[in-house]
């Protein structure tokens, strides 16, 4: 009986290793996490986020329009106040909330990516922020370079007043931002948290 498994062993050696192969990636493929689906961005988008601080054109623009903005603090607790966001929380409070991140992550690139681009209830100073970030050359090269479309651009906007009016943007603003620029530094913060994205679409 040995005799026959060795040489149905032998014979079928190369079959195996193929099946094993397979079976593997398949195995990683459902294990494997990743919020792109739940993000309603595409892909090419999602992949870039993880970049965007490290782009120093990029950051250089981005720290240069948020300099102009004397009170960044209140502009953050204006746009809370508008969405209600963090509702129990002291209104100047940096302090974030994974649960409420997210659920306005949702509310925000729904309206923004699933119905075309919904900006009539976001702040006016925020969005005026945002209005100056999209046309900076630096934003527009990193565009190009991801090779962005004009709904990921739309994405982007979005991505980019969540980022703001999130209530410890001012804080990572001088502590990070505005240091690496100073100091001629990498950014050693993420511009998004990708958990922010979990849940449901």
């Known amino acids: 009986m040995n005799q026959y498994w060795l040489y149905f062993l032998q014979h079928n050696l190369g079959v195996f290793i193929i099946v094993l192969i397979i079976v593997s990636k398949i195995g990683f493929g459902l294990f494997k996490k990743t919020n792109l689906k739940s993000s309603m961005l595409s892909k090419a988008v999602y992949d870039s986020l993880d970049n965007l601080y490290d782009d120093k054109d990029f950051v250089k623009d981005y720290v240069d329009i948020l300099k102009q903005e004397e009170n960044l603090e209140e502009i953050i607790a204006s746009a809370?106040?508008?969405?209600?966001?963090?509702?129990?929380?002291?209104?100047?409070?940096?302090?974030?909330?994974?649960?409420?991140?997210?659920?306005?992550?949702?509310?925000?690139?729904?309206?923004?990516?699933?119905?075309?681009?919904?900006?009539y209830n976001w702040v006016a100073d925020v969005?005026?922020?945002?209005?100056?970030?999209?046309?900076?050359?630096?934003?527009?090269?990193?565009?190009?370079?991801?090779?962005?479309?004009?709904?990921?651009?739309?994405?982007?906007?979005?991505?980019?007043?969540?980022?703001?009016?999130?209530?410890?943007?001012?804080?990572?603003?001088?502590?990070?931002?505005?240091?690496?620029?100073?100091?001629?530094?990498?950014?050693?913060?993420?511009?998004?948290d990708k958990s922010d994205m979990d849940g449901l679409v």
Not at 133 to 155: C, L
């Open 127 to 192: 969005k005026s922020i945002v209005d100056k970030v999209m046309i900076t050359k630096g934003y527009k090269n990193f565009s190009n370079k991801h090779k962005f479309t004009e709904k990921d651009d739309k994405a982007m906007r979005g991505l980019f007043y969540y980022i703001i009016t999130r209530p410890d943007f001012a804080l990572n603003f001088k502590k990070y931002l505005f240091s690496a620029v100073e100091k001629n530094r990498p950014v050693i913060i993420r511009a998004i």
């Open 80 to 119: 809370r106040d508008k969405h209600q966001d963090y509702p129990w929380e002291d209104r100047y409070s940096t302090e974030r909330n994974f649960g409420d991140d997210r659920n306005f992550y949702h509310s925000l690139m729904y309206g923004q990516i699933k119905q075309g681009g919904c900006e």
